[in-house]
């Protein structure tokens, strides 16, 4: 055999005596032993070897990583804890039995201040006097242009 098709079977083969064929296996040791050319090129072949065994380990190990983190994901996601200060996520909750008394009495406090200050309950109606009625009787032009009625400020 010579050193040409020594490099060639190196390449089919590759640099394990285990698999090679017991037909050649013996001629090819005698070749590896007598030869510096040939002993050059089995020990690069199981260098090479050793690389794609340490890149097939590491992608072994990549691949196995692949599938722990895709069992993660694929697992449910725990559920979160809602902190009651946000106050818009807490109303999106269909759950009111703790929010519905605290917003009925909110809105119902709105709903008086704006009735009692519609109404005007701050005036005293038991006496009418020319000032009110004067108060009652002025024109937008007069409200924005005129002084005030009650204490005689300018605008």
Known sequence: MTNEQLQIFL???????ERWPESERAEIEWLIAHSAEARAMFELAQRLDMALARHAAAQAAADAAVERVLARLDAPLPRQQASFWRLPAFLLDWQFAPAWPRMAALACCAALGFAIGIAG?????DRFDRITVAANTIDMNSVVFETEPLIGARP
């Open 121 to 125: 309950l701050d005036r005293q109606i």
């Open 11 to 17: 390449d089919r083969r590759g640099a394990d005596p």
